[in-house]
């Protein structure tokens, strides 16, 4: 295969975080191939500086204002631009030198920046799943409009795509694994007094805060479902969640004649990563290969909805479609802070979910507008419920 003859320019929207920092691992991986021509956070100003001096971005975006002068005072001695606010986020995606946009902002604030990016005509590595939660249809449709490839970064997508690259028949079945988190054995009397740190310790990944504790309620896993049936045309019968406990087996797809094709590997981020910026060509790397003299059994287990309910809230938001999977992901936005504050306990979580769920007002066929107007109000209503625990 012929490589370009000069690197591909990726902007990472969320360059501090854990997909963000790992990204940036696949980039130095391959200088060659890849350069960071963008670099944003939200608030680690002092991070994304350090980012900076290393990679030598074009320009980086700090989304919190606040930290624009210490932010642009640290960079003072090197030609890279900075820009700050939310508006700025869309407007570095849009640059004619950036080709490809790495969307790990964490929750809603991804959405705004990843249309835009979408609207340049700029290839899409879709790690922030609450894009396709809150807005799967839209997201879809522009991308038919714009012709926009989306490449799925999570590790469960990204082996449902790499299991059906080269096929031509239909989907019967997505098996969508789960570890299951940290409190798979728990009974529902142990998960009334787990706390923010216990929640913190995920058993086979390392990822950031808010990712983590709905890894440990199983709504990343909920999310995930809602993302499947958008990226992959499925309907929600037809996705099943398996706990799978090694997170070995990142997830499998089953064909119509019954034979099922899974991609395995190390729980490593930087593998999907890697395949996103350089589809549909497999890049070497130093990463962990699988030992698999050292895999003495692989498990698997139906998950309970029961202790677990917000897997199930995501089901049902999806059955009920429009705009509730946007409610259900601003609710689980605000728990899940306050949960990690110590304002909320675990058990909680779900109910105020469900409670904002059945409070908002519903709207069958949204448009963008009602997305932001819909996250506004589920919002206000779970702070509201969230008040009188």
Sequence with gaps: MTQNTSPKQIAILGSTGSIGTQALQVIAEHPDRFEARVLTA????????????????AAVVIANEQHYEALSDALADLPIAVYAGAEA????????????????MVGFAGLQPTIAAIKARKPIALANKETMVVAGELINRLCRQFEVPLLPVDSEHSAIFQSIMGEVSPIEKIILTASGGPFRTFTLQQLEDVTPAMALHHPNWDMGAKITIDSATMMNKGFEVIEAKWLFGVEPERIQVVVHPQSVVHSAVQFADGAVKAQLGVPDMRVPIQLAFSFPERLPSSFDRLDWFALHSLTFERPDVERFRCLA????????GG?????????????????????????????????????????????YDDYLQSDCEARRIAVSLLGRK
């Design 89 to 104: 986020l869309c407007q570095v995606v849009e640059g004619s030198e950036v080709d490809m946009v790495l969307t790990a």
């Design 42 to 57: 939200n608030n680690r100003w002092k991070e994304l500086a350090a980012q900076a001096r290393q990679f030598r971005p």
């Design 323 to 367: 705009n509730a999977p946007c409610v259900v992901n601003a609710a689980n936005e605000i728990v899940n802070r306050a949960f990690l504050e110590g304002r909320c306990r675990f058990l909680d979580m779900p109910d105020i979910i469900e409670k904002t769920m059945h409070k908002a007002p519903f709207i069958e066929q949204p448009t």
């Design 313 to 320: 809230l995501a089901y049902e938001s999806l059955h009920r």
